[in-house]
């Protein structure tokens, strides 16, 4: 049958993985983002000494899934801990944290939390944000089989708590998304980009994009690695508005230009989820949705998208990454 529009959707770039989670959208739900049916997957005491379990990152590895976990332990420490899937869905995590190996002299690591993780070349490089003198920064570690995990020099100075890396170098150059904050619960924020000949020396820092009105008016963080489409860069990144009781966490979506990702082409007016399910309405910290996952499988256009809700919990959201990327052009600022 001649179907003109799927001639022309928009293509992933990228693996065919036919085994990532995947469930189909409910009958007459409007919205190209939808909740999977069983969340939260990870709950909050998935391991021992777990307070809660949340803002994660996985990655397809071997015949299944990898990931870094952030855990905040009954202390209320945090720390990031491996985790294992065969479906992405149910998850065996490491009780014990992840320990860098090669520690850098006078590179102190107070805290870590919000990992990322992306696949370049024949590594994964983890990004969090890592406390030093008490102050948030982008700290980078690799893997080549998430059990050795060496750090490398941190790729921000403070205050910056969301980093995240492209998967490919851009212009020959390593590519990262970051957002400038202060050492507080920042009342402010925008995506910048930077670039690197060695993933050490960061320069030639661009504008991405800023503040809006309505769920992106206080603050904007990106989310996941961004993802390669015929149609440019796909970033989910979350936004902040802040309400009489505190800070409404949701998330959105964008496409950055392909060869100059600091061109932004179009952007989401609305969200694509906010909070409104219990799980995302409560918890250690009410009203977040906070995306840091992502996996896609080329040949079906399938998406699944990881975000913490509440602080607390780990829940999953699928796309289709031409309805989608039609979604965000019909409906941007
Ligand atoms: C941000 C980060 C996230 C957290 C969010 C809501 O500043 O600390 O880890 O999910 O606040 O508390």
């Known amino acids: 049958m001649h179907m003109p529009y799927r001639q022309h959707a928009p293509k992933l770039v990228g693996l065919d993985l036919p085994n990532i989670p995947w469930e189909e959208k409910p009958a007459g739900y409007p919205y190209p983002v939808w909740r999977y049916s069983r969340n939260p997957i990870v709950p909050r005491d998935a391991i021992p000494l777990a307070n809660s379990i949340f803002n994660s990152a996985v990655v397809p590895f071997g015949d299944g899934f990898a990931g870094v976990f952030r855990v905040d332990d009954i202390n209320r420490g945090c720390g990031l801990h491996t985790g294992w899937s065969r479906d992405g869905i149910q998850w065996r995590i490491e009780p014990k944290p992840i320990r860098f190996r090669d520690p850098i002299q006078d590179l102190p690591y107070e805290y870590a939390y919000d990992p990322r993780v992306v696949c370049l070349g024949d590594r994964y490089y983890v990004n969090w944000c890592n406390g030093i003198h008490g102050d948030p920064t982008i700290g980078c570690a690799w893997t080549k089989d998430f059990r050795a995990y060496h750090a490398m020099e941190n790729l921000t100075l403070p205050c910056n708590r ?87 966490y949701s998330f959105g979506a964008a496409l950055l230009d392909r060869d100059e990702p600091w061109r932004v082409r179009y952007r989401t007016k609305p969200y694509l989820i906010n909070p409104r399910e219990p799980y995302e309405c409560m918890g250690d910290v009410p009203n977040v949705c906070f995306p840091v996952g992502l996996l896609a499988d080329r040949r079906t256009g399938r998406l699944a998208i990881y975000y913490g809700g509440a602080d607390t919990v780990i829940a999953l959201a699928f796309a289709q990454v031409d309805e989608l990327i039609s979604y965000i052009k019909a409906n941007s600022i």
């Not at 490919?168 to 690197?196: C, Q, V, W």
């Open 162 to 248: 969301n980093g995240v890396l492209f998967p490919r170098k851009i212009g020959r150059k390593f590519a990262m998304l970051s957002r400038p904050s202060d050492t507080g619960h920042t009342p402010f924020g925008n995506i910048y980009y930077s670039e690197s000949p060695d993933l050490t020396h960061w320069g030639c820092h661009r504008f991405v994009m800023g503040t809006t009105g309505g769920w992106q008016r206080t603050k904007i963080g990106p989310g996941p690695a961004p993802l390669e489409t015929t149609e440019g860069w796909l970033l989910f990144y979350h936004g902040v508005v802040t309400m009489c009781n505190g800070m409404t």
